[in-house]
């Protein structure tokens, strides 16, 4: 059969490694799979040559008090900053990054912690009779672990096809808010630039913000941000370009976001890459912190599809799943 964990977590994003972090602390066996090569999920960071990138979230607030606890100690230890604040309100809002990527603040929730990277989850099957019931882990190498509870953290179309594989019995009621669930995708694209960008301090901006037309809506400078040494931009498309692109050849959609951010950029593109985020931002999402599939043994899906589409909403999520795990173990 394997190994076997009081919780199996399927995603090293802020909201897994959130709830792994907080079930760790009560003395629970928990093990957290990823299938990308690094932890941070969305919160990602890429090299080019001698350039990097912070090609996913591009910066985070923070509102509630405690998760606004949460982000302090990442500043006391280094693993987070402020970046700028906005134009409104009395002083303007923080707007915290990671330092010196935004990968640092998944590697502070991380460390410690049982992280198997680079194995994809097939499916979740119920196994066991009522009194002694549990979940069976399945990975696409076939391998299998057994688990007391399972928190799902990957976008939700994901999720449900692992609880199909399994062919879990999701209520009705259940399916339908899962399901009511909607994202954005975003293109990104990394530049790498022979000399200095024209975009002013402190090196972030949305370029036409009035304009639903235009086809980007954020463009970095990740030398400015204190990321990379050399000068790298990281682009990201308008929620409507990214969709009525993803199937365009990669050449044409990047020669058309280097040419729409050409004023910003003020030198030329010596090498660029593309990635593209399909699920990149929730943009109909639950009120709620996780939704409970299953209640004995506890099945939770959490991420940032609930709350909203704010790394801080997965933290509160994760905090809200680990929280279920937490009553029924």
Not at 32 to 59: E, L, N
Not at 298 to 304: F, S, Y
Request: charged share 20%; with cysteine; hydrophobic share 45%.
């Amino acid at each position: 059969m394997g190994e076997a964990f009081d919780v199996l977590i399927v995603g090293a994003g802020m909201s897994g490694l959130t709830a792994a972090r907080g079930l760790a602390a009560t003395g629970r066996s928990v093990r957290v799979v990823d299938k990308g090569r690094g932890v941070g999920g969305r919160v990602a960071t890429r090299r080019i040559s001698d350039a990097t990138f912070d090609h996913g979230a591009q910066f985070f607030t923070a509102r509630d008090p405690r998760f606004l606890a949460l982000v302090e100690q990442w500043v006391a230890e280094g693993a987070a900053s402020e970046w700028f604040r906005s134009s409104s309100g009395s002083g303007g809002n923080p707007r915290y990054r990671g330092t010196p990527t935004m990968t640092s603040i998944a590697k502070a929730l991380s460390a410690g912690l049982d992280v198997v990277l680079s194995t994809r989850v097939e499916s979740v099957r119920r196994v066991g009779d009522t009194d002694r019931a549990a979940w069976r882990v399945r990975f696409a190498d076939a391998t299998e672990v057994e688990a007391g509870s399972v928190i799902l953290t990957p976008p939700v179309p994901q999720s449900l096809e692992i609880l199909r594989s399994g062919e879990v019995v999701i209520e009705s009621q259940t399916r339908s808010l899962l399901e009511s669930v909607e994202y954005a995708p975003c293109i990104a694209i990394m530049a790498v630039l022979n000399g200095p960008s024209r975009i002013d301090p402190p090196g972030g901006i949305a370029p036409k913000p009035d304009d639903p037309a235009f086809p980007i809506s954020w463009i970095s400078d990740n030398r400015q941000k204190g990321v990379s040494n050399v000068a790298a931009i990281t682009i990201h498309a308008s929620a409507a370009f990214s969709r009525e692109n993803l199937q365009r050849d990669p050449k044409d959609v990047a020669d058309a976001l280097l040419s729409a951010a050409s004023p910003w950029l003020g030198s030329d593109a010596i090498e660029h890459q593309l990635h593209v985020w399909r699920y990149a931002r929730p943009t109909r999402f639950l009120d709620v912190g996780c939704v409970t599939v299953c209640a004995s043994p506890a099945l939770v899906v959490a991420g940032d599809a609930c709350l909203g589409a704010r790394l801080e909403a997965a933290v509160l999520s994760g905090w809200a799943a680990a929280s279920v795990c937490t009553t029924s173990l």
